[in-house]
């Protein structure tokens, strides 16, 4: 079975700062995907990015980066230059068709 | 493309009544899922159609709930008897079949409330 966990219950930074959040996700399976979601507090889930298990290369994008590590099942998502618009739950998910989602971490960018 | 639509968006109901959930996807996805969200958790997988078949059903998904999506396009989700417990929000979401284009988006949800 797999299992998403999002240790960070809750982040709060200051408007400029950059901010990681961790995911570690479990699975017996050799190939995945993974997720990470964003839900502002109007309740949609929007999706930001998405990574195979079989790509370990880093990313970036605009202000956001990845880092996956197949070895420690983790899935780390950082925010560059927070704004307060970026305050929401994050959720990390991973799976093939049907996703798994961790618990969430709540972000609150104070300006 | 106008993104999955749900409606209603909230729904307060008494217990033992039935309610139905509408999901509209975007046009060209052939998958639809239905996911359900308490506070303070992750969204958990419900079931899921490729077209109008109805490929697997989580355990979470009791007798008393039942999902359709007769001709491929829109989908319902039905709880009969509502109990307390099914207070949640319910969440669609579409995609592609194909595997290297199965983001799914989610719509906004409807907010079951049981009275």
């Known amino acids: 079975a797999q299992k998403v966990t999002q240790a960070q219950t809750e982040i709060s930074v200051v408007e400029k700062e950059d901010v990681t959040l961790d995911c570690v996700y479990e699975t017996r399976d050799t190939t995945y995907y993974l997720f990470w979601y964003k839900q502002p507090p109007s309740g949609e889930l929007v999706f930001l990015i998405r990574r195979n298990s079989f790509d370990e290369q880093n990313e970036i994008s605009g202000r956001y980066s990845w880092n996956f590590q197949k070895s420690t099942s983790s899935f780390n998502f950082t925010i560059t230059a927070s704004q307060v618009v970026d305050s929401a739950v994050y959720f990390c998910?991973?799976?093939?068709?049907?996703?798994?989602f961790g618990t969430g971490t709540r972000l609150k960018v104070l300006a | 493309d106008t993104g999955v639509s749900q409606n209603p968006r909230h729904k307060i109901t008494k217990r033992g009544q039935n309610v139905t959930f509408r999901c509209d996807p975007i046009s060209e996805h052939n998958r639809l899922y239905w996911y359900r969200q308490t506070l303070g958790q992750g969204p958990e997988f419900l079931t899921y159609f490729q077209n109008e078949a109805q490929l697997e059903k989580s355990r979470l998904l009791s007798d008393r709930f039942s999902a359709e999506r007769p001709k491929g396009s829109f989908s319902t989700l039905e709880i009969q008897r509502t109990e307390q417990g099914d207070s949640a929000m319910y969440l669609c979401?579409?995609?592609?079949?194909?595997?290297?284009?199965?983001?799914?988006?989610f719509g906004a949800g409807t907010r079951l409330s049981v009275l």
């Open positions: 979401a579409s995609s592609l079949s194909e595997v290297a284009k199965n983001i799914q988006y």
């Open positions: 998910a991973g799976g093939t068709y049907k996703y798994i």
